[in-house]
């Protein structure tokens, strides 16, 4: 039976959820315009105020946050409520420029572990799991964010944090961890190392996984799965919006729901701003309903999916959101053809290649190239040059039918591409375009 950790929120009526989004709104757009000028002068420029507000209809009315809006504000410009009511920050790694720093009131924190704890609860938590969380703990937000779901639930919580993986997988194995909480690319890690360590699935107790943090497809879930033995369930976030649970995997696992009664979500065509209907792919825009400190209003998260009110079997009745493919950001433009890292990673795990590959793109006498380096695992390793020219030509053969280009592929030797802790560093991009 489907257990909830909040059934009469998760599991309320559409009617209801509406009723909370609209109240919720018109009470967070007049907090933002009373406490953060930032705010007040983009709505004055669009020609709006609070009275214009009333319902989620009125949404649009509103001008969009961008990542740019965060840092021209950064550190304070977005606060909304004095720092003496603030209990901690939370940051992002800020490899694509300025860091951004989120701010949290007691409340926000209580809300956003309420949030994590549904996540826990729908992969089959219950008070009687010991919960390993192998996310980076510190200003990254998955650590923090996993750490407070658990305690809600009241699992026995083991902050292990993410790195020494040998000792990852001891805690694993002699404090019974039932739920591990990690990067989808640590937690395929983890399991690579146990295999290595003569270790099988059967030998440890986890029945069940909590990985986001970053995009992968469903033949890395089923990897994953297999090399853990457990049930392995997505989980999104992003630290301006508080970090994960912003939506999250129920036993369906066909998409995750989103905690509409703290985050309204909309889809937009990234290029025009238009807002798309349900079920077009575009990019996702958030208003948080429910922040004190750092509420951001529609803001545009660059990643893309669709979103689903198809009911849910497990009785959900929040929105479902399908896995990010990546960022809008993160697509390559290779020769004119849009190209995801996702697309290339299904193609690698199709024809049985582990997640362990590099992108690497350049620009030649102006032409665009695209190399995949892919490592073979040590089973398929093998130094004659004839089987490896063969594989090499069934991939680009694979990879020019999913994308469209051809790429050039090398198989490279096992445990020659660099692990990865937390978020995994897929492409390098040398163009200097
Ligand atoms: O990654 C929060 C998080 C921690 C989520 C742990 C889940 C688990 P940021 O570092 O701010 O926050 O990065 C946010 O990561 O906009 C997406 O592009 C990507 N992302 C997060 N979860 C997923 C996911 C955390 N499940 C950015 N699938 C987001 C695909 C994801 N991409």
């Not at 004095?82 to 901690?88: A, E, I, N, S, Y």
Request: glycine share 8%.
């Amino acid at each position: 039976m489907e257990r909830y950790y909040q059934p009469e929120i998760e599991t309320a009526s559409r009617e209801q959820i509406k009723a909370w989004q609209d109240e919720r709104l018109v009470k967070q757009v007049r907090h933002v315009w009373d406490n953060v000028p930032y705010y007040r002068k983009k709505m004055e420029e669009k020609g709006v105020t609070p009275d214009d507000i009333k319902s989620t209809e009125d949404l649009p009315k509103l001008p969009f946050l961008s990542k740019a809006d965060l840092r021209d504000a950064y550190p304070y410009g977005l606060l909304a409520v004095p720092l003496k009511d603030c209990v901690r920050i939370q940051s992002t790694s800020g490899t694509t420029g300025k860091r951004v720093v989120a701010f949290y009131t007691q409340h926000d924190i209580d809300l956003w572990d309420d949030c994590c704890a549904r996540a826990i609860v729908a992969a089959g938590g219950t008070n009687e799991d010991v919960c390993q969380v192998s996310y980076g703990y510190g200003l990254f937000t998955g650590g923090p964010g996993l750490n407070g779901g658990s305690h809600k639930v009241g699992c026995l919580t083991i902050p292990t944090s993410s790195g020494n993986t040998e000792r990852q997988i001891m805690f694993i194995k002699d404090l019974s961890a039932t739920i591990l909480c990690c990067t989808p690319s640590y937690a395929a890690y983890i399991g690579e190392t146990m295999k290595e360590m003569g270790m099988t699935p059967e030998q440890i107790p986890l029945k069940a996984g909590i990985f986001g943090a970053e995009a992968w497809s469903e033949e890395m879930r089923q990897d994953i799965q297999n090399t853990l033995g457990i049930k392995a369930y997505d989980i999104y976030g992003l630290t301006e919006l508080s970090g994960p649970g912003v939506s999250f995997e129920c036993s369906a696992q066909t998409g995750m729901h989103i905690n509409e009664d703290h985050f309204i979500a909309e889809i937009i065509d990234p290029d025009t701003g238009e807002v798309l209907p349900e079920g077009c792919q575009g990019e996702l825009v958030f208003t948080s309903i429910t922040k004190q400190a750092f509420p951001l209003l529609r803001y545009r998260t660059r990643d893309i999916c669709v979103l689903t009110r198809e009911p849910c079997p497990c009785g959900r009745t929040h929105v479902k959101m399908t896995k990010p493919r990546g960022r809008s950001d993160d697509m390559l433009i290779i020769r004119g053809v849009n190209v995801f890292p996702s697309q290339i990673e299904t193609v690698l795990l199709n024809h049985g290649y582990p997640a362990n590959y590099q992108i690497i793109v350049d620009r030649v006498n102006h032409t665009d190239t695209l190399d995949v380096h892919v490592e073979m695992t040590p089973e398929m390793f093998t130094d004659n040059m004839g089987e490896i020219t063969r594989r090499q030509k069934e991939l680009v053969d694979g990879l020019r039918s999913m994308l469209g280009l051809t790429a050039k592929v090398t198989l490279v030797a096992p445990k020659s591409i660099v692990r990865s802790e937390g978020k995994a560093v897929r492409v390098i991009d040398k163009r200097k375009i």
